[in-house]
């Protein structure tokens, strides 16, 4: 089930009524949410259901016997190992099997494809964000950064909570926990805002991002035969925004849905395309994921405490599995290689660092290009259009199409200009009744053709 | 004391936003020029293709040109034979695409394949099927909800930048989706008929005509007349600049197959020298399509 479809929308308004009926009664709660929650994730199939149940099972009991102080070294290792190898058997199984064929080829024949289950051919939705925050849980509760869940049902609701489900933001015990184990009362106030939040997101993923797709999948479909130098920058400028627009609506419908359960999630985008650094644009990026990354394998490692040329790994270590955990693939891996080569070079600049800023966003344009390709092929020869300075193609269509339009429109909006504007902030009722009604509007007459949230393949 | 205040703001606001959300829908929707083609009517439109029931005499099958074409409640009326349109965009003739189409068909009394050929439904990129494949691809439940509700809700239609700068310049595609029976009323304002002259230039320089795929072809209708079906084969007529050049890039393919096709015995149903108008040079408008269906109406009638 997708936040953008019809069955989502009868199944928030049942979840909604239900919790109503329920009150603050928390033990109620836990079961409602997690009822609720399997049937959001089994709509889309119900056996991975066993999955998620299975994992989440294991960290728990992991996390009861490190909480007791028994063998805590052990059960680390055990949620450890069984969150990363799901993951890794469903997300980078089949990938390493064909990548190990490929290069034996030629030497000796071998057969790991055929050897790989069929079932984990299905790529289960969330389970890289649904492993993380499960694997947090073990990783805190062994740091005493936690404290345990008071029952199954308890961690249970923690982990299936819907709205990060599939698609982050990546939530730590630690946050979570505390706040599902008291009584909660939502005022009207955190209600509304929680409801703004939601609808923002909506608007950001269907029209914003869900418009600029069309422009950006039709060049990258097209084998971006005919197109010229400057149509292939206006595509990389839409998917720049496409996949912002994209991620951070998902993320603002599901901080908007905790809110207005009374639950607080963390900001997970912050203006990133603002970055005045490579560093300054991963504490503004998928905010969750990096700040992850960096306290359980960033600091793990050394972080920069052990010397400059250790940090330089630490760091490149950390930026290649964050590529890697984005999905099977060399592009992916090229991506976070480029992201590592972005801040070391950050790093190592001295005197010319203030003028960083200029080259933050078009570097940042230019990896993406790795990041939205399907293979390496597709990648290069899109950097050769890019790079080709051949201007006679097929611009004047594009610059006069839906998606360009929506392009200018997605600049403006993440424009501080336009985010200060006073009208925003205005407390007369009719105003702000007037404003979101136009909101709703909008994204329902403007909506683009109906697309799958980009993260919800990681 | 100011949480209280600030709850009865919020409260207010809430109200203010129910109260304003169908004034602006309906405002938007007064404002915005009116759709000629219901993106949510098309989505409906091939649900409804997928989940049509076994209930039909005839079933039509091909491209776009099949589904532009030919309108079952027109060919009903004349011949009394319960029709329905199976025609898919950019649609090959394979054998898995002529076998998902017969499913339609009741599985008593007569069963007739209306089947449209053009060059295109022989190439590659057509064989693949890959509109037909991406609808069958939809979950068991969007097809539902397309099927059922797209069709009722169709007042919340997206609408597309380019729709609003079209009513600006007075230009139209109009799609009419008769959503139970499978047809498509088109046309184009102003009509052009040679506007998809350059992109099947482009596709006869690209794809090469399957030899194999056409004895397979025969084949298959060869299969299906001994179990019983009545197979019908006919090219639906398009803009005569773009018959011109189909049947010069592809050596005269279809003209070729058509002449086989009557020598072995099947029926092989040719459309009148009516003055026949195309849109966009390769789809009948919806006025000729009424001709055309008429005409095939009558001759399946004389079949009986």
């Known amino acids: ?458 | 004391m100011a949480e209280m205040k600030s709850d009865w703001q919020a409260k207010k606001q809430l109200i203010a936003i129910l109260i304003m959300t169908p004034i602006m829908l309906i405002l938007f929707k007064l404002i915005l020029p009116k759709l000629t083609s219901s993106p949510m009517m098309r989505d409906a439109f091939w649900a409804n293709k997928v989940l049509a029931e076994p209930i039909y005499d005839a079933v039509f099958i091909g491209d776009s040109r099949v589904y532009r074409g030919l309108d079952p409640d027109v060919i009903q009326k004349q011949s009394g034979l319960k029709c329905f349109n199976y025609g898919f965009s950019g649609a090959g003739l394979s054998g898995e695409f002529i076998d998902s189409a017969i499913l339609k068909l009741k599985g008593n009394g007569r069963k007739v394949c209306v089947i449209g050929v053009t060059a295109n439904s022989f190439m590659n990129i057509s064989l693949k099927n890959e509109h037909l494949h991406s609808v069958l691809n939809w979950s068991k439940s969007d097809l539902l909800i397309k099927a059922k509700l797209y069709s009722k809700l169709n007042f919340f239609d997206p609408i597309h930048l380019s729709d609003v700068f079209n009513a600006i310049r007075k230009q139209a595609y109009i799609e009419n989706y008769h959503i139970h029976n499978g047809f498509a009323a088109s046309d184009k304002i102003p009509f052009d008929e040679f506007a998809a002259i350059d992109n099947y230039k482009k596709l006869f320089e690209q794809e090469k005509l399957k030899k194999e795929e056409l004895y397979s072809f025969k084949a298959k209708i060869k299969d299906l007349s001994n179990q019983g079906y009545i197979v019908v084969i006919l090219r639906v007529p398009f803009g005569k600049a773009l018959v011109e050049l189909e049947d010069k890039m592809s050596n005269d393919f279809v003209v070729k197959l058509l002449y086989d096709l009557g020598k072995e015995g099947y029926y092989v149903f040719k459309p009148s020298t009516y003055n026949w108008r195309s849109y966009d040079g390769s789809h009948l408008s919806s006025e000729s399509a009424k001709q055309l269906s008429l005409e095939l109406g009558n001759y399946l009638n004389a079949l009986k």
């Open chain 1, 1 to 458: 089930m997708i936040f953008n479809s019809i069955p989502f929308l009868v199944f928030i308004l049942c979840f909604f009524l239900g919790k109503k009926v329920i009150g603050s009664n928390i033990k109620l709660n836990w079961i409602w949410i997690t009822a609720m929650s399997f049937f959001f994730y089994g709509w889309w199939d119900w056996r991975f259901l066993f999955l998620l149940v299975g994992t989440g099972t294991i960290d728990y009991f992991c996390g009861l016997k490190i909480a007791e102080g028994k063998a805590k070294k052990f059960f680390l290792y055990v949620s450890v190992i069984s969150n990363i190898g799901s993951l890794a058997l469903f997300k980078y199984g089949l990938w390493l099997a064909r990548s190990l064929d490929q290069c034996f080829d030629g030497i000796i024949k071998t057969h790991f494809e055929d050897s790989i289950p069929a079932f984990t051919y299905i790529l289960p939705v969330g389970i890289s964000f649904y492993t993380f925050n499960s694997l947090s849980y073990a990783l805190d509760l062994y740091k005493g950064k936690a404290k345990k869940a008071e029952s199954w049902l308890h961690f249970m609701a923690f982990i299936s909570f819907f709205p990060h489900l599939v698609a982050g933001p990546i939530i730590r015990a630690r946050d979570i926990l505390g706040q599902l184990n008291k009584k909660i009362l939502v005022s009207e106030t955190l209600w509304l805002n929680g409801l703004k939040t939601c609808l923002s997101g909506f608007f950001m993923k269907m029209v914003l991002a869900d418009n600029l797709a069309s422009l950006v999948n039709h060049h990258f479909t097209a084998k971006s035969a005919g197109a010229d130098t400057l149509t292939w920058w206006l595509v990389m400028l839409a998917f720049t925004m496409q996949i912002y627009f994209d991620f951070n609506g998902y993320s603002s419908i599901a901080r908007g849905i905790a809110k207005m359960c009374g639950i607080h999630f963390k900001l997970n985008f912050n203006h990133p395309y603002r970055a005045i650094g490579f560093g300054d644009f991963w504490s503004r990026w998928h905010i969750s994921l990096s700040t992850f990354f960096r306290d359980y394998v960033y600091i793990p490692l050394g972080g920069n405490r052990k010397g400059k040329w250790r940090t330089e790994l630490n760091r490149w270590i950390t930026m290649l599995l964050s590529g890697l955990w984005h999905g099977a693939g060399l592009t992916f891996i090229l991506w976070g290689a480029l992201h590592a080569a972005f801040l070391s070079l950050e790093n190592h600049l001295g005197f010319a660092k203030k003028y960083i800023k200029y080259f933050v966003f078009p570097l940042v344009l230019l990896a993406w290009v790795l990041f939205r390709s399907t293979d390496t092929d597709q990648a290069f020869d899109v950097y050769r259009h890019l790079f080709s300075f051949k201007f006679e193609g097929s611009i004047k269509e594009v610059l006069f199409s839906n998606g360009a339009v929506w392009l200018v429109f997605s600049f403006i909006y993440d424009s501080k200009w336009y985010n200060n504007l006073k009208l925003w902030r205005t407390k007369k009722v009719w105003i702000q009744g007037l404003i979101w009604a136009g909101v709703i509007a909008m994204t329902i007459y403007f909506r683009g053709p109906e697309q799958q949230f980009i993260y919800f393949q990681f």
